[in-house]
């Protein structure tokens, strides 16, 4: 049987991602730098001085991540297997090791991965992140939630990490739960205030703690945002202003809720949802503690182009 368009059409372009980066990973990892580096480590942890990676190393990463990427988990614990036996000091090859065993659902061979892992990088918010995404998909959402604090509050600034706080907060609902969501999602709104996900969580915030102000605050942004409203979810921010205008915000709670439930299938919503949240099981790390950020292209060379007029405008 064959597959669809857009089903075929992903797999070709995995395929070829997988093929591309086992062909020239080793003309690409020639181009490392060969010295040490400065560099910025991912997800807001301090910069350190590291070695840069051989261009071996460079070259298994190559192919791990782009085999984690064409959901080839077991080809790719064996790729950061190897990894690691070329380059122990870093933790990249640990933890990507630990996400493609989560992948297998091999939690307890994770959770010895990541261990090694943050040995190299005591407290780094994306080892935590990983960690807390095995205990969590082992049954341990209690266990995961104080090493999700930690790892916001190391890197406040990350979305996904701050929504992976939310998410599991909710899980556990206990009072630190709780409080932890209302941190996270005061950052998030500070971070991303014309989100419409962040946006309708700020109004539920205000409603349920009686800030009439703050709710309407929210509301208005959100109605302006949603400049076409799908007609099930008109009565229903109607309703919420109805509410809000009265005093009433005890009144405003319910259609508050239904109209987040009816936008969850708007464009909208999706995209800004996409924005706090890859919904990938477990995030690989992609760059070396020695390598440049993604933003050094190097020095800049001069060119030059030729032009060849094709009309006249006489």
């Known amino acids: 049987m064959c597959a669809s368009p857009g089903r075929f059409s992903s797999a070709i372009r995995s395929a070829l991602l997988l093929a591309t980066v086992t062909a020239i990973a080793p003309m690409i990892a020639n181009c490392a730098p060969a010295a040490s580096v400065i560099a910025?480590?991912?997800?807001?942890?301090?910069?350190?001085?590291?070695?840069?990676?051989?261009?071996?190393?460079?070259?298994?990463?190559n192919l791990g991540l782009a085999q984690l990427e064409n959901e080839q988990a077991h080809e790719a614990t064996l790729t950061f297997r190897r990894l690691i036996q070329i380059e122990d000091r870093d933790p990249l090859g640990y933890a990507n090791i630990a996400v493609a065993l989560l992948r297998q659902q091999e939690t307890g061979a994770a959770m010895v991965a990541i261990g090694h892992a943050l040995e190299r990088a005591p407290g780094r918010p994306d080892l935590l992140l990983i960690q807390a995404d095995i205990l969590a998909w082992g049954g341990e959402a209690v266990a995961a939630l104080p090493l999700l604090r930690t790892a916001a509050e190391s890197a406040p600034a990350d979305p996904e990490i701050l929504y992976s706080l939310i998410r599991h907060a909710e899980t556990v609902g206990s009072d630190a739960a709780q409080e932890a969501a209302a941190w996270a999602d005061a950052r998030l709104a500070q971070l991303r205030p014309e989100n419409l996900v962040v946006l309708l969580r700020i109004g539920q915030r205000a409603i349920a703690a009686g800030d009439r102000a703050a709710a309407t605050?929210?509301?208005?942004?959100?109605?302006?945002?949603?400049?076409?409203?799908?007609?099930?979810?008109?009565?229903?921010?109607?309703?919420v202003f109805e509410a809000l205008a009265a005093g009433d915000l005890a009144r405003a709670r319910v259609p508050g809720l239904r109209l987040a439930n009816l936008l969850r299938a708007t464009p909208i919503h999706k995209s800004s949802l996409v924005e706090l949240n890859t919904g990938i099981q477990g995030i690989p790390v992609e760059r070396f503690a020695g390598e440049l950020p993604n933003t050094a292209f190097g020095d800049g060379v001069e060119v030059s182009f030729v032009a060849t007029r094709i009309d006249d405008p006489g």
């Open 40 to 61: 910025q480590t991912p997800r807001g942890t301090s910069a350190k001085i590291a070695p840069a990676p051989s261009p071996e190393a460079i070259a298994l990463r």
């Open 217 to 239: 605050a929210a509301y208005t942004r959100i109605r302006e945002l949603l400049w076409q409203v799908p007609p099930a979810a008109a009565p229903e921010i109607a309703r």
